[in-house]
């Protein structure tokens, strides 16, 4: 029952990692979208952050503004650790759902959590490996100009939001460097895949895993 944590700041190329591992047969479970999931109108967490931050943080239809929401919050580092504390508890709460779930349909599966912040609120888990998508921070800066359509400064803003780099690459089991092209980090995955069991292996037994 391999549970394996997938990590990289913003346009590390993680989603891509994510959807090759799919392909050889592991279960994605995708941390951003189980937050969506836990902030559906009338849920628990949703009523929290409307109290937290005022109504104005909902549409009319009673759903989360979320680009409001971001934006009270970014840049206020007391106010990001008043919503992690209403929103991390339901996430990892979730997030175990998903994963029993899939391990209960099938012992043997693979489960991977998509995860921008592993570094930040999941490092204590108990994975089985840890996988870093790494680019150097010119070429993520550069894929959110060209490919999301941010500008030079918000780029920057938001790669300086995230933990640094070096702290993500102290944390990883395995490194799969993106900044190359899709079909070379396609065959690092692929790679990954063929020797996930031994990379394992390594890891509870405490060897250095390579």
């Known amino acids: 029952m391999p549970l394996v944590a997938l990590t990289g700041g913003i ?3 993680k989603s891509t990692i994510a959807r090759r591992l799919a392909e050889h047969g592991a279960v994605v479970v995708d941390a951003d979208q189980v937050v969506r ?9 949703l009523a929290a952050i409307a109290a937290e931050f005022g109504e104005e943080m909902l549409h009319p239809d009673g759903s ?10 970014f840049g206020d580092a007391e106010a990001v650790t008043r919503l992690n504390a209403i929103v991390h508890p ?24 998509d995860v921008p912040l592993l570094a ?22 550069r894929r959110l100009v060209e ?37 070379e980090t396609r065959e690092q995955v692929d ?11 390594d890891r509870r037994a405490g060897r250095r895993v390579n």
Do not use: C, M, N
């Not at 840890?130 to 680019?135: C, E, G, P, T």
């Open 11 to 13: 346009a590390s190329g």
């Open 37 to 45: 999931d836990v902030q559906q109108p009338g849920s628990a967490v």
């Open 64 to 73: 989360l503004d979320r680009a409001g929401l971001g934006s009270r919050v």
């Open 90 to 113: 339901a996430v990892r709460q979730e997030s175990k759902r998903q994963f029993d779930e899939a391990f209960a349909a099938d012992r043997d599966a693979v489960v991977v959590y």
């Open 120 to 141: 930040e609120a999941r490092l204590g888990d108990p994975w089985d490996l840890i996988v870093v998508a790494h680019a150097p921070v010119e070429v993520r800066a």
């Open 147 to 183: 490919l999301r359509g941010l500008s030079a400064a918000d780029a920057a803003a938001r790669i300086g939001s995230q933990v640094s780099d070096e702290e993500r690459l102290r944390i990883a089991d395995v490194v799969i460097d993106t900044a190359g092209s899709l079909e």
């Open 191 to 201: 790679e990954l895949w063929g020797s996930l069991s031994r990379r394992i292996e």
